[in-house]
């Protein structure tokens, strides 16, 4: 199946239906795709503060109603509990499960926070005629925690986590506005250049994700990065929590380029 | 005294102890001023969804800490209890008094929301050009209710605000790529052309503000507008609200360059 050229309901109801349980990457190509974090409702205004003050990692497309598995605005007709092909539960900061559906673990105050996804900007990217090296190399992104301290509310802090992709000398500037237009995932760099000013001590072993080859005649640009939100809420190891498994995103009713505006 | 050229820290020092009681329209050159919602706890996360749903309305500065009268991002020093000239303070839906501080009004659950304010596109429209209608004549913007349905957002709804400015056809494009660098405080306008199509039926009669001339070769043009928070939360009619005066903001910190990234 060429799922790329497909719409996203249709992958959406494979993916409920089972027929599709692996990573969403490529799949609809021109819609966005999104991060999920489910929490109970008594840890949610923390967490949409922590979201508020670090819009650049924890950029909100959308958050559901209390309770609600539907969504209002990225995506029609949607299961959270269902249309992602597979759940991570963690439980007092645990990884107790991956599941394909966690209607069974449903409960009436959870809210869901989908978060922008780079997935989009590197579409944008490519379109920009910038490779990118996890790409070409079929891995995924190098991600890695950094010294940056991200603005803590009620009882979520911790570090920012960031992706890196190699740029050429001179296609800086451009992967800087290109993604620049695009604040709801993730936007602009966060730091261009030497990995150790933000505390990367070894750009060749990422903390998340695969290595991948820094050319001669490349810089290492990082961007503000996704599993931060997952991060800093697996620090506090919350009773229940639930995410999307890496690379098995929501895919979303709304295109990458309705992003910019 | 010349307050436009001041310090924003020396005139909030002015008018925390008494000495500037008035509109602050004008002081501080470039320096970015806010909008006020306090709210007690028990409501904030309805609020703060629905600004994030309604971030053209609603675009936020900074979320205080529950109780904190300080500020951690947008000013330093702040006492939000005393550093705005005029408050006013709603109990069930109610006006109940105008005041020149709320210290003795102050609760540990309070949540300070400050949101930003038109004050700062119009000064960068200014600079490109473009005149501003109710400066030349001394007036308050007008702003009108409309038939634009905001996103709800648990007890939170109602419609959208906006403020209206004439502008010459020939810079209309101008006026959206200005504005539109600027999503922090409005951003681009939410319609340009026909009042009726927003439920506007007689654009030289606004609901709140004053009216302007529309020239011959103008068109009038709306911005979301931050009455549209206060008119949602007054909808509600909490037990109690504390905001500014119209016109009577925080100054802040945070140049309005600075509001464009």
Redesign the interface.
């Known amino acids: 199946m060429n799922y790329s050229q497909m719409d996203p309901a249709e992958v959406r109801r494979l993916i409920r239906e089972g027929e599709i349980t692996g990573p969403t990457s490529g799949m609809c190509a021109g819609y966005a795709q999104a991060n999920l974090v489910i929490l109970p409702k008594d840890l949610?205004?923390d967490f949409?503060?922590f979201t508020?003050?670090n819009q650049k990692s924890c950029p909100?497309l959308e958050?559901s109603?209390m309770g609600s598995r539907s969504l209002?605005?990225i995506a029609n007709n949607v299961d959270i509990a269902k249309d992602i092909p597979k759940y991570r539960v963690y439980e007092d900061g645990i990884l107790t499960g991956e599941y394909t559906s966690v209607e069974h673990l449903w409960r009436d105050n959870f809210v869901s926070f989908l978060i922008g996804c780079s997935f989009s900007f590197e579409s944008e990217l490519l379109e920009a005629g910038i490779s990118i090296r996890h790409i070409e190399e079929n891995c995924n992104v190098p991600m890695f925690k950094t010294n940056i301290e991200c603005?803590p509310a009620?009882i979520f802090n911790g570090k920012m986590v960031v992706s890196m992709r190699p740029i050429p000398y001179d296609q800086i500037v451009k992967s800087v506005m290109v993604t620049g237009t695009m604040?709801k995932v993730h936007g602009?760099p966060i730091h261009i250049g030497d990995p150790s000013v933000i505390g990367i001590s070894d750009v060749t072993k990422p903390d998340f994700g695969d290595s991948v080859q820094i050319k001669e005649g490349e810089v290492p640009v990082f961007w503000p990065c996704g599993v931060t939100p997952q991060s800093v809420v697996m620090n506090v190891k919350p009773k229940i929590v639930i995410t999307h498994s890496p690379g098995h995103m929501l895919i979303t009713d709304v295109k990458n380029v309705d992003l910019k505006y």
């Open positions: 949610a205004y949409l503060l508020q003050r909100i958050v109603d209002k605005y603005e009620g604040p602009a």
